[in-house]
């Protein structure tokens, strides 16, 4: 009986575990199955959730102060307009698909969620003297507690707003080790790129200027970085320090600020002119972005002389001529130099040519009679070049500042000329400073050397044309500068130099 119980019980445990074997499915691979199930349920319920949303209307807020008008979308809770209202037609962002402060997240489901519209409660904001402040936020609620927010602080009168981007969880600062990028670009506006100016990506990074590619081999910390062209700018003060910036270059030149973690990101946005008072305003060293090329230490205090005589005259075409006449009164006596420099070697002509003409096909011994020549009659041959060797960085500069500075935009002098940034229309001031170098070339003590004559004689027709598409308040004082001359030079009379002439001992006038 009891060996009967045995075998029995021992085929029934083996009955058992076959059939575990073979009709069982394994307990894992069941609970491998509810969960793929419940996925698949998760992940269908977020996409006809968020396929629900993006059904929703895109909504337009409209942001108006006084320097400027604004619209934002919330599709990704974007600028998508900043009309400037100082600067009449300016517009500062291009329409296009990557709109300023756009976000780009690197992980799919959120970069996914951010096609979908924000939440906005407001549709317009106006700011005056009695409500200098308002905020507008967007929301996008994600599901199980997780919402992105972004949020816009703008000021009555200021170029300055604030921009900030939240991850929450559950109403509290969350932080998601994923990178994303906020882009700043594309270019600015309907702005085109001007001749000698830029129009692309600019950044302060540790303590340097970086343009285009070169962004992205900088190294440092990131100051600011943004949009630029002639006038005016876009650019992000970052609050909290970003990992890294950088330039793309992709259907216009883009800037972005790189982030590798998502929390709480803050920057502060400046959009408007780049005019120095302004920027330094705001301080983080936001005027770098102003340069005038590389006599830009010269150019500088040129454009606050400039702006004093302005803010005398009230004409930036007058405070042209009052600079130019500065800058003579300054050069005088270099200028006196030159002229009697010339003079003694218009005088000296007769006895080079009679040096010449006794060591012909002798360079080195018509080279060494010449400088004995000089030295003995204290002649210096470059003296007459020096005034306008110095003058030539002052040219440059000022030629810089009237091109680039946003003072000078627009300004208007007299008559046809409105615009002493832009080419004069009709021409009239290049030909008329042509007109006055032809005058100041024939009163001037000139070189017996039928060669350089005609080199000479030609000087004015082509200074005439190169001017023609100079800015018109470069061509003015260019003019101005050779009247002020011929009167020099008329007041340098031939008495005066040959008074001179007669103290220096051991000096005689041929």
């Not at 997240?105 to 009695?130: A, H």
């Not at 040519?353 to 004995?372: D, F, L, V």
């Amino acid at each position: 009986m009891e060996k009967n119980v045995i075998i029995a019980f021992v085929l029934s445990f083996f009955v058992l575990i076959l059939y575990g074997y073979f009709f069982m499915p394994p307990p894992e691979k069941e609970v491998q199955k509810k969960s793929v199930t419940s996925e698949k349920v998760e992940k269908k319920r977020l996409i006809e959730r968020k396929t629900y949303f993006e059904k929703q209307p895109v909504k337009t807020v409209t942001v108006s102060n006084n320097l400027y008008t604004a619209t934002l979308s919330s599709r990704g809770a974007v600028l998508t307009s900043f009309d400037m209202k100082s600067y009449k037609g300016v517009k500062l962002i291009k329409k296009g698909t990557l709109y300023p402060l756009r976000t780009i997240f690197s992980y799919e489901p959120l970069e996914k969620w951010e096609q979908v519209p924000y939440s906005c409660s407001i549709d317009k904001v106006t700011l005056s003297p009695q409500k200098t402040e308002k905020t507008v936020v967007f929301e996008k609620d994600l599901g199980e507690g997780y919402k992105i927010v972004k949020t816009y602080t703008f000021f009555y009168d200021s170029y300055l707003f604030s921009y900030q981007l939240q991850f929450l969880k559950d109403g509290k600062i969350f932080s998601f080790d994923s990178p994303f990028f906020i882009y700043l670009g594309p270019d600015l506006g309907s702005q085109k790129k001007k001749k000698y100016s830029h129009l692309g990506s600019v950044a302060l990074i540790g303590g340097k200027l970086c343009k285009d590619k070169k962004i992205n081999h900088a190294k440092g910390s990131i100051q600011w970085i943004g949009q630029e062209d002639k006038y005016f700018c876009f650019l992000a003060i970052p609050e909290n320090t970003p990992s890294s910036c950088g330039f793309e270059e992709n259907k216009g030149k883009n800037s972005f600020i790189k982030y590798n973690k998502l929390s709480s990101i803050n920057l502060s946005i400046y959009a408007g002119p780049k005019e120095i008072d302004i920027l330094k305003s705001y301080d983080h060293e936001l005027s770098r972005i102003v340069t005038f090329g590389m006599f830009g230490f010269i150019g500088k205090p040129l454009l606050y002389v400039l702006k004093f005589f302005y803010n005398i005259a009230g004409n930036y075409g007058v405070a042209i001529l009052i600079l130019t006449f500065l800058i003579r009164v300054i050069f005088y006596p270099l200028g006196f130099m030159s002229f009697y420099s010339m003079k003694r070697m218009q005088d000296l002509q007769p006895q080079l040519k009679e040096i010449q003409t006794r060591y012909k096909g002798k360079p080195e011994q018509i080279s060494k009679a010449t400088m004995e020549l000089y030295k003995k009659n204290k002649v210096n041959p470059f003296g007459g070049c020096l005034p306008i060797l110095i003058q030539i960085p002052i040219f440059i500069a000022l030629y810089n500042v009237l091109l680039n500075a946003i003072e000078l935009r627009q300004a208007p002098f007299i008559l046809w000329i409105h615009d002493l940034s832009a080419r004069d229309p009709y021409f009239i001031t290049p030909i008329l400073m042509g007109a006055s170098m032809y005058i100041q070339q024939k009163i001037t003590p000139a070189s017996v050397d039928p060669k350089q004559a005609k080199l000479m004689a030609f000087l004015p027709l082509i200074f005439t044309v190169l001017f023609l598409n100079f800015p018109s308040g470069l061509v003015i004082y260019w003019f101005f500068n050779n009247i002020l001359t011929i009167a020099q030079q008329i007041l340098i009379d031939t008495k005066r130099i040959k008074t001179i002439e007669q103290k220096k001992k051991g000096w005689k006038i041929q």
